[in-house]
């Protein structure tokens, strides 16, 4: 007997150790004779100690390596989590009678990662439970970003085992509002002429001429010997000139030319998307280009042109917004063509950026800018003859060309939530078919009609078609 009681003290002492070093969310349970226990909670690697109110001579665990069990006394047992999972444990009181069936559900050991949690992330309202050995979070962030490091951290406790059921509260759409800009401008400058020399009464001619300015006999002179020169009624910017020396006439062409233009595009497409989602416009057109299949036919592809944008929004922390933008402005090149199977396909022109940008609701950021400048001159004469001082010029042509072009894309992301549908008003709204006397008495092609008197669509009736319309944004 002495020997059992040491026993005993020793099992007692070694329990009250490990119970001591378990933290406070160890569990006891206490269990009534005859009534099925609710289940057990046991963290793994963590220990409980169940208490029963009557005496019991056996407990056996149905799985041993979920759960280990020792008694304590014939009324305590100690009950230590090995692996996640769920198993029974059963105790018969000294008649062999089925005293009760205890369920032991064992989970993985969360407390560390919940005090980390709340360390790293104070303030939100992340929820953490266990599934099998897993990790379920739920619960609403304010941002993507503190979603993802709450997703990294519980990727440290149980890799590759964490379900996410969190969401992100706040705005989560981003209207982008973009404006491409491109100004461009050409200059052309050309001087050439032409030199005919006629002996009269023969159809002698001696002709020099360079680049554009040339003179033919019998089509610029009319006869030989004859000073009425005939041009070309198309031409711009020619002179020309006849004089007779002796029994030689001479006509003289000098053709200048120089030209100016300037072409202004502008678009600003606005384009409203959720966080996360791709979003894409285009205000063109599509050019179609004949393809051969390779047995003798000819299908047709289309190539879109014009305004193109595509872009992801996603809001990463309260205003803070990451885009990834494509934009492109293309347009069709009439001056580069080439064939294909038959048909004549026209070249394109096309600016396009791709990038990454990260602001704050309402900034703007100028995401492309490009400044093309290309310079062109070039020379023709007559070898020796052009070289001869001022006399020169009349066997010399001359062409001098610049293009110039500016293109700049500016971005302006907006957090934006729907907004009643009396709210909003189109461009349409507020003009209406005009009657025939409107029309044809006092020239009006269209007139408001039913315009809102107040509100933000009334904002927008109050424009006129020569300035912006579109987007109230308050």
């Not at 019991?56 to 041993?64: D, K, V």
């Not at 944008?309 to 494509?326: A, K, Q, T, Y």
């Not at 900034?363 to 020796?384: I, K, M, R, T």
């Amino acid at each position: 007997m002495k020997f059992d009681s040491l026993i005993k003290a020793a099992a007692l002492g070694i329990a009250a150790t490990l119970v001591t070093a378990a933290p406070s969310s160890a569990q006891s349970l206490s269990i009534m004779e005859g009534v099925v226990s609710t289940p057990l909670q046991v963290s793994m690697n963590r220990a409980v100690v169940v208490e029963a109110d009557n005496p019991f001579a056996e407990l056996s665990i149905a799985n041993p390596g979920i759960a280990d069990i020792s008694t304590l006394s014939d009324r305590t047992i100690y009950i230590l989590g090995k692996a996640p999972g769920r198993t029974t444990l059963t105790l018969l009181g000294p008649d062999g009678r089925l005293i009760t069936n205890v369920e032991i559900h064992v989970t993985p050991d969360i407390a560390e990662f919940k005090e980390r949690l709340r360390q790293i992330l104070p303030g939100e309202p992340i929820e953490v439970r266990t599934a099998n050995d897993g990790i379920v979070l739920s619960g609403v962030v304010s941002s993507i970003t503190k979603l993802d490091r709450a997703l990294d951290l519980a990727n440290r406790y149980a890799p590759d085992r964490v379900s996410n059921l969190m969401v992100v509260g706040g705005t989560q759409q981003v209207m982008l509002k973009v404006r491409f800009a491109e100004v461009q401008r050409r200059v052309i400058k050309d001087l050439s002429s032409g030199l005919n020399l006629v002996q009269a009464g023969t159809d002698a001619v001696v002709s020099g001429a360079a680049g554009s300015g040339a003179l033919v006999a019998g089509t610029n002179i009319g006869t030989p010997a004859s000073t009425v020169l005939n041009l070309d009624a198309t031409a711009v910017g020619q002179l020309a000139t006849g004089f007779e020396i002796g029994s030689v006439a001479f006509g003289v062409l000098l053709e200048a030319l120089e030209q100016k233009s300037l072409v202004r595009t502008l678009a600003e497409p606005n384009l409203t998307a959720l966080s996360g989602q791709e979003a894409s416009f285009l205000a063109g057109g599509e050019y179609p280009i004949p393809v051969s299949d390779g047995d003798g036919g000819v299908t047709i592809e289309y190539k879109p042109f014009g305004v193109q944008l595509s872009f992801i929004p996603r809001v990463v922390d309260g205003h803070r917004i990451n885009l990834e933008l494509n934009a492109a402005v293309s347009s069709i090149d009439i001056g580069t063509s080439v064939t294909n199977s038959g048909f004549e396909v026209n070249a394109f022109t096309r600016r396009e950026t791709k990038t990454t940008v990260e602001m704050l609701d309402g900034q703007s950021f100028a995401v492309a800018g490009l400044l093309e400048d290309d310079f062109n001159d070039a020379v023709a004469q007559v070898p020796w003859l052009g070289d001869i001082p001022i006399l020169g010029a009349l066997f010399r042509s001359s062409s001098y060309e610049r293009n110039q072009s500016e293109l700049v894309i500016i971005v302006t992301p907006h957090l934006v939530t729907p907004t009643r549908g009396e709210a909003l008003a189109l461009p349409t709204d507020r003009v209406r078919i005009p009657t025939e006397g409107e029309l044809f008495l006092f020239g009006q092609t269209a007139r408001p009609a039913g315009a809102p008197r107040s509100g933000a669509a009334a904002e927008v009736a109050k424009q006129d078609f020569t300035g912006s319309y579109g987007y109230v944004m308050e």
